[in-house]
């Protein structure tokens, strides 16, 4: 949730746990706020404004308020794109500072994608088609383990073994 109050405007981003996994710790997201009154510039909390406009840099669970905002301007914030998510939900990235609480939250989705691995086999002759290959896919995320598709992954290492014209 982003949490503001009166004369408050606060962001932090929400990304979403995919299956067992939690989202990188270390994950930044960046977000604008741009204010109707571009005569604003200082620093209004933890926010440095420039022409009525902020960019706030933060991780997961983190927050960021500005302070001390005049009422009755009004703001806009954005996200900007975070390789590997997906923005998912926006509630709030528009308002009017006012005596009230100002709130807006953003949802992020981790993407997911898929790894095919497959064995041809060229030859002139008939390939023994009983004979198993054995591949070694590393990821470069240690923290996955577990099942996916045919893979089973033990810190970010799955071992598969395929015979030729298999998948």
Request: net charge negative; glycine share 12%.
């Amino acid at each position: 949730d982003l949490i503001g109050c009166a004369q408050q405007l606060g962001i932090q981003p929400v990304p979403y746990q995919i299956s067992d996994r939690a989202a990188d710790a270390n994950q930044t997201f960046t977000f604008t706020v741009t204010l109707s009154d571009t005569t604003i510039s200082g620093t209004f909390g933890d926010m440095e404004f420039n022409n009525g406009v902020a960019t706030v840099v933060l991780k997961g669970g983190e927050s960021a308020q500005a302070t001390g905002l005049p009422v009755g301007i009004t703001y806009t914030v954005t996200e900007a794109n975070a390789p590997g998510f997906e923005l998912t939900g926006v509630v709030g990235d528009t308002g009017t500072i006012s005596s009230t609480k100002s709130t807006a939250e953003f949802t992020n989705t981790r993407e997911k994608g898929d790894l095919e691995v497959s064995k041809v086999l060229i030859s002139d002759k008939t390939a023994d088609k009983d004979q198993e290959f054995t591949f070694t896919v590393t990821l470069g995320d240690t923290s996955i383990s577990g099942t996916y598709g045919g893979m089973t992954f033990a810190d970010g290492v799955a071992t598969v073994k395929v015979k030729g014209g298999q998948k």
